[in-house]
């Protein structure tokens, strides 16, 4: 039989976890209600949900997702191997960070990074705005970085992405799309 303790202990810590209520599990099913996603077709992304209006209604016009994901895992597993060096272990926790917390959307009508913990902290951008956008390949070319220069003169740094040259031509097609980028 167990010491008195342990079984005040118990029932203390039992009772406890009785009056506490359910999650909430409701809240992944509001973040973004009136955006209704399709897929294009040939997309490899992954992770991509169809969402409703608040009223219940279709919306409007459907944004198709051209690509949806995150860094490119052999970002991740190049910093890693060399992050085994004590020399390349900040860009090797820079990596991790990438890997774990952003994520890159192209739809038929926005550019969206999403990072932080809890991919609270987001930013979108419209074709429109889009001035210039330049390649950087990284590694042999399997996976590259994206630079997006906005009318403003904001410089958007998107790294390690993955198939980043069919990523970047169709940001450039979707910007001379709107208007906003010379032929290229």
């Known amino acids: 039989m167990p010491p008195p303790s342990a079984v005040t202990a118990s029932a203390t810590a039992s009772s406890f976890l009785r009056s506490l209520p359910p999650p909430n599990l409701s809240v992944q099913t509001t973040l973004r209600p009136s955006l209704s ?46 992050g085994l060096t004590l020399l390349w272990l900040p860009l090797t926790l820079a990596s991790v960070t990438r890997a774990l917390f952003l ?38 070319g399997e996976w590259g970085d994206i630079v997006i220069t906005l009318k403003d003169g904001t410089k958007v740094d998107l790294r390690s992405v993955p198939r980043f040259r069919e990523v970047a031509d169709y940001c450039r097609k979707m910007a001379a799309a709107e208007g906003a980028l010379g032929a290229r």
């Open 103 to 140: 994520r890159y959307r192209f739809t038929s009508r926005r550019v969206t990074v999403i990072s932080g913990l809890s991919g609270e902290d987001r930013t979108d951008f419209p074709y429109t705005s889009v001035r210039e956008v330049v390649v950087v390949p990284r590694f042999i």
């Open 37 to 82: 996603l399709k897929r294009a077709a040939g997309c490899h992304s992954r992770g991509v949900a169809a969402g409703a209006s608040a009223s219940g209604a279709a919306a409007t016009e459907a944004e198709t997702v051209f690509f949806d994901g995150g860094a490119h895992f052999g970002d991740l597993s190049a910093n890693l191997v060399l």
